[in-house]
């Protein structure tokens, strides 16, 4: 085992859990506080300060109260159909924006990660949560809402459909 190593779980770790205390907090605090915990786990084995630590993207959905809350950080987006058929795709593009076009030099890529005028990720910063692009949507105008990665939203951002296969996968309510 190597003393000191690149963070080996992509944070957060908090997937499949109820953090305590979840249903007062907002989404960015739940996701900061998610990162904060998988940085913690992995302090003492693993380089944090490393710029090629594991990232992730993140999307989260959550009904309370009669209201979809949404939360995206980087490009895993959410694409929500209402039950006027329209739809509206959370996108967070920041990676889009990047100069010089893809595919991106690694140094590019770790120059711009979670700074301003770059793209934020889920890594070893508690900070990028508050960067995500958040939202909500009375339930009762929701018919069906799907998280998806960049490339199977693209169905919906660039043609205006949401395909029965995406459908099947989405959550229905």
């Not at 939360?71 to 959410?78: E, G, Y």
């Amino acid at each position: 085992m190597h003393p000191r190593r690149a963070l080996a779980r992509a944070p957060p770790r908090g997937g499949g859990r109820q953090a305590p205390g979840a249903e007062r907090r907002t989404l960015p605090d739940l996701l900061s506080a998610s990162i904060k915990e998988t940085c913690a786990a992995h302090a003492s084995t693993c380089d944090l300060e490393n710029p090629d630590s594991p990232s992730s993207t993140i999307s989260i959905v959550r009904l309370r109260g009669g209201v979809f809350e949404y939360l995206a950080l980087a490009d895993s987006p959410i694409v929500i159909r209402g039950t006027d058929g329209i739809l509206t795709a959370v996108i967070d593009d920041r990676t889009a924006h990047l100069p010089g076009g893809r595919p991106y030099p690694a140094e590019l890529v770790r120059s711009c990660r979670n700074r301003p005028g770059g793209f934020w990720v889920a890594s070893t910063d508690p900070d990028a949560a508050s960067h995500a692009l958040t939202g909500t949507m009375p339930a009762e105008a929701v018919r069906d809402i799907g998280l998806f990665s960049d490339g199977a939203s693209r169905l919906a951002e660039l043609y205006g459909r949401f395909s029965p296969c995406l459908t099947r996968t989405a959550l229905r309510w």
